[in-house]
């Protein structure tokens, strides 16, 4: 008998090659998604989106300019900006993951001539730049390190003979033109500063509770949205579809009851942030409330979707599965967006995770309004219509079958 069985779940996972093919193909892609992601927080691949500014042009801020730009680690962005608060801008806009300005000479050890703005959910970020910036001064730009090191000594040994600081600038001429790294003390040289509110652990609760939302949203239109084939199987469909609304009725209703459920869900998720963690939802509340009803839409529509497509209930399991990890891993729910490969982040705008995960922290941090969101929440609503037609189109077409 257990033979028996055996033969009978395994026969039964044959016949079901969509099933068959997800329950083999899932796992490899996740390690596959993962494994890019965390090899590139720790190698080549981890490239930051850099807003630079330059206050005080001069030939060395060209150099480090020319050698930031070079560098494959990072990604700055094409325009170098005048003013500090214009890198600010683009930080809190979410356009750059972390700004760089060049404010003062850089040889100057008097004040920090180079500061690091960053976004108090990104504090990594910040700490990524600085120590990128020192490395590619004390690889392309030694005569600087000199530089700023030379005044410190000199004081500490009560000056320099006029030979010895003809020597010193002799030496410094010359790692600017061979580019020796032998000298690396850029002490003073970089500072970091948050933008925006000054809270970190704000900055990060409002972007989790968007990521969990999302997350949790997906899950549940997918298990419930699932009954649509147990229905069919059932003979519940064949009946209501004889009245003159055919099966419309039944995708729709369950389309906007998914929807209020998933409004309900992102309440909950929510209510918990601002009593515990203060986010602040009640000074947002109708931009938030339009947000999570495009979201929870966008689920209702995809899970719908999957619904009709799949043939089995098995089969709608291991999809639905299979399309949650997939969408929350590359999209951002389960790992923030700017510690992927550039490569996987593109792919990440065309899951409904990374839009709604930006609209929640536009909204609840960055204090942004309609115009601002008006992408992110046109693509949550137009995968939720799309969803929703694709799941009427599938459904009329069985009942003809």
Same mark, same amino acid.
């Given at each position: 008998?257990?033979?028996?069985?055996?033969?009978?779940?395994? @026969?039964?996972?044959?016949?079901?090659?969509?099933?068959? $093919?997800?329950?083999?193909?899932?796992?490899?892609?996740?390690?596959?998604?993962?494994?890019?992601? /965390?090899?590139?927080?720790?190698?080549?691949? =981890?490239?930051?989106? $850099?807003?630079?500014?330059?206050?005080?042009?001069?030939?060395?801020?060209?150099?480090?300019?020319? !050698?930031?730009?070079?560098?494959?680690? +990072?990604?700055?962005?094409?325009?170098?900006?005048?003013?500090?608060?214009?890198?600010?801008?683009?930080?809190?806009?979410?356009?750059?993951?972390?700004?760089?300005?060049?404010?003062? !000479?850089?040889?100057?050890?008097?004040?920090?001539?180079?500061?690091?703005?960053?976004?108090?959910?990104?504090?990594?970020?910040?700490?990524?730049?600085?120590?990128?910036?020192?490395?590619?001064?004390?690889?392309?730009?030694?005569?600087?390190?000199?530089?700023?090191?030379?005044?410190?000594?000199?004081? @500490?040994?009560?000056?320099?003979?006029?030979?010895?600081? !003809?020597?010193?600038?002799?030496?410094?001429?010359?790692?600017?033109?061979?580019?020796?790294?032998?000298?690396?003390?850029?002490?003073?040289?970089?500072?970091?500063?948050?933008?925006?509110?000054?809270?970190?652990?704000?900055?990060?609760?409002?972007?989790?509770?968007?990521?969990?939302?999302?997350? /949790? *949203?997906?899950?549940?239109?997918?298990?419930?949205?699932?009954?649509?084939?147990?229905?069919?199987?059932?003979?519940?469909?064949?009946?209501?579809?004889?009245?003159?609304?055919?099966?419309?009725?039944?995708?729709?209703?369950?389309?906007? /009851? *998914?929807?209020?459920?998933?409004?309900?869900?992102?309440?909950?998720?929510?209510?918990?942030?601002?009593?515990?963690?203060?986010?602040? $939802?009640?000074?947002? =509340?109708?931009? &938030?409330?339009?947000?999570?009803?495009?979201?929870?839409?966008?689920? !209702?529509?995809?899970?719908?979707?999957?619904?009709?497509?799949?043939?089995?209930?098995?089969?709608?399991?291991?999809?639905?599965?299979?399309?949650? =990890?997939?969408?929350?891993?590359?999209?951002?729910?389960?790992?923030?967006?700017?510690?992927?490969?550039?490569?996987?982040?593109?792919?990440? &705008?065309?899951?409904?995770?990374? &839009?709604?995960?930006?609209?929640?922290?536009? $909204?609840? &941090?960055?204090?942004?309004?309609?115009?601002?969101?008006?992408?992110?929440?046109?693509?949550?609503?137009? =995968?939720?219509?799309?969803?929703? +037609?694709?799941?009427?189109?599938?459904?009329?077409?069985?009942?003809?079958?």
């Amino acid at each position: 008998m257990i033979v028996a069985m055996l033969r009978v779940m395994a @026969l039964s996972l044959i016949r079901d090659r969509g099933a068959l $093919v997800m329950a083999f193909l899932l796992p490899p892609t996740i390690f596959v998604i993962f494994a890019a992601i /965390f090899a590139g927080t720790s190698g080549d691949e =981890l490239r930051l989106q $850099v807003a630079l500014g330059v206050g005080e042009p001069s030939s060395l801020s060209e150099r480090l300019v020319a !050698a930031l730009r070079a560098d494959d680690s +990072l990604r700055v962005l094409p325009e170098t900006y005048a003013t500090a608060d214009q890198v600010v801008d683009e930080v809190e806009s979410g356009r750059a993951d972390v700004g760089l300005m060049l404010q003062g !000479a850089l040889e100057q050890t008097t004040s920090t001539p180079a500061v690091v703005y960053v976004d108090p959910g990104k504090v990594m970020a910040g700490a990524i730049l600085a120590g990128q910036v020192q490395r590619v001064i004390g690889i392309d730009l030694p005569d600087l390190a000199l530089a700023r090191s030379a005044p410190t000594i000199e004081t @500490l040994v009560g000056g320099f003979t006029p030979e010895q600081s !003809a020597r010193l600038d002799a030496a410094i001429a010359q790692l600017a033109e061979n580019g020796s790294s032998d000298a690396e003390n850029q002490a003073g040289l970089v500072e970091s500063r948050t933008v925006g509110p000054q809270d970190g652990s704000g900055a990060t609760v409002t972007y989790y509770a968007g990521a969990v939302a999302i997350l /949790f *949203l997906l899950f549940s239109a997918m298990q419930s949205a699932a009954t649509l084939i147990e229905e069919r199987h059932s003979g519940i469909i064949d009946r209501i579809a004889v009245g003159p609304a055919g099966t419309d009725v039944v995708v729709i209703g369950k389309f906007l /009851f *998914l929807s209020v459920q998933g409004i309900v869900q992102v309440s909950l998720i929510f209510l918990v942030a601002a009593l515990v963690y203060d986010v602040e $939802v009640i000074s947002h =509340l109708g931009i &938030w409330l339009l947000t999570t009803l495009v979201a929870a839409a966008a689920a !209702a529509g995809l899970g719908l979707a999957v619904a009709a497509l799949c043939t089995t209930k098995q089969q709608a399991q291991t999809i639905s599965t299979f399309v949650v =990890l997939l969408c929350s891993a590359v999209g951002g729910s389960m790992v923030p967006r700017f510690m992927m490969p550039p490569w996987l982040q593109e792919i990440g &705008w065309f899951t409904p995770n990374a &839009w709604t995960i930006e609209a929640y922290h536009g $909204v609840l &941090w960055r204090g942004e309004g309609l115009a601002e969101l008006l992408p992110e929440l046109s693509w949550l609503l137009a =995968l939720g219509m799309v969803g929703t +037609l694709a799941a009427l189109a599938v459904s009329r077409l069985r009942l003809r079958l």
